[in-house]
């Protein structure tokens, strides 16, 4: 197949610390031109993809500008399918046209958006993909919606085993009041467990993080190390005893889950937005409904097998996994072309 795909402008492709979206979209260009798909993506212009680079202007939400360009492009290189993980907007002047076209969303659904796409689009061109149930089932009801998890390259990621009695709990994302850094803390001392805490910290969320984390930090039982890179990532997870994801929001998805999956770390969850699905209870990892019954979860480890957790993300997670269901979705679309 010969497939265009589009990305946001902000985070190059693949990003080097930050950014879910850029990392899966990296990886699809991997497994699909290792399968001899030619690839064309549209994205931010230091990206360093496996295929055809076709950059944005600069790194700006330029609207306008940014929708030419994908449109040009489209228009020009005679694809058999159009995958957008930017934004619904940038597809505007394409959507009379018969090309098929699918956008993922990553995020939130914005309905009014989708409806107004699907009066605009050429009858059965327009497909979306949510990143769990919780995303898909949003969209449905409007637009023909299918669910397309993420995934890691697991090979990537090394099953660790064998772990010391006294292994640390890992919390690993933004740091930031709805990600639930503090109840990671306060999971780790009443539990009186090691607690390592990776991740940026975004501009918005400095008060939170001198008031509610660092305060905390005493580098010996709360230890901040800051951002991490895949190499940094993979040693981290793989040497927790648990993920900790104790979050306020709805997650759509949680890459990061995924990744602790694959190093055989089971995942402590709240019950909110995908780890319901990502999470099987006392398989994979434990799905909570509260705080208590998070710090509770942390006595019940043993009872999970690592071998058995990264079975699992090999299975629902693998990048070949993710790859295969989107080129199966792509097929079926152009068959409606």
Excluded at 145 to 165: C, H, I, K, M, S
Excluded at 294 to 318: C, D, K, L, Y
């Amino acid at each position: 197949m010969k497939i265009l795909l589009s990305a946001d402008p902000f985070i190059p492709v693949p990003p080097l610390l930050y950014g879910g979206i850029e990392r899966i979209i990296g990886m699809l260009i991997d497994q699909y031109t290792a399968a001899g798909h030619e690839v064309t993506l549209i994205a931010h212009p230091e990206s360093r993809p496996a295929c055809r680079l076709v950059p944005y202007r600069d790194e700006q939400d330029r609207v306008l500008r940014n929708m030419l360009l994908l449109s040009r492009t489209a228009v020009s290189g005679k694809y058999d399918v159009l995958h957008s993980f930017s934004r619904l907007a940038y597809l505007s002047p394409l959507l009379p046209l018969s090309l098929p076209k699918i956008m993922s969303y990553q995020r939130e659904p914005s309905i009014g958006q989708i409806r107004k796409a699907m009066k605009l689009a050429s009858k059965g061109s327009l497909a979306f993909t949510g990143c769990s149930d919780y995303i898909s089932s949003q969209i449905s009801p409007y637009a023909p919606a299918y669910t397309v998890y993420n995934g890691v390259p697991v090979d990537q990621y090394r099953l660790t085993t064998d772990l010391p009695a006294d292994a640390p709990l890992v919390f690993l994302g933004r740091i930031e009041a709805i990600k639930g850094t503090h109840l990671a803390i306060g999971i780790a001392k009443r539990t009186k467990r090691k607690l390592i805490i990776a991740g940026n910290i975004p501009a918005h969320e400095t008060a939170y993080f001198e008031e509610q984390v660092k305060p905390h930090i005493d580098q010996e039982q709360i230890v901040y190390v800051g951002p991490v890179n895949d190499i940094q990532k993979n040693e981290l997870l793989g040497s927790a005893a648990a993920f900790l994801m104790p979050i306020l929001w709805n997650e759509p998805f949680g890459i990061v889950m995924a990744e602790a999956m694959a190093c055989g770390t089971p995942v402590i969850g709240m019950k909110r937005g995908s780890v319901p699905e990502v999470v099987e209870h006392g398989v994979t990892g434990f799905v909570c409904d509260t705080e208590e019954e998070m710090t509770e979860a942390v006595g019940m480890i043993p009872s999970i097998s690592r071998e058995r957790v990264r079975a699992a993300a090999v299975e629902r997670f693998s990048a070949a996994k993710i790859a295969g269901d989107y080129l199966e979705l792509y097929k079926e679309r152009m068959l409606r072309r």
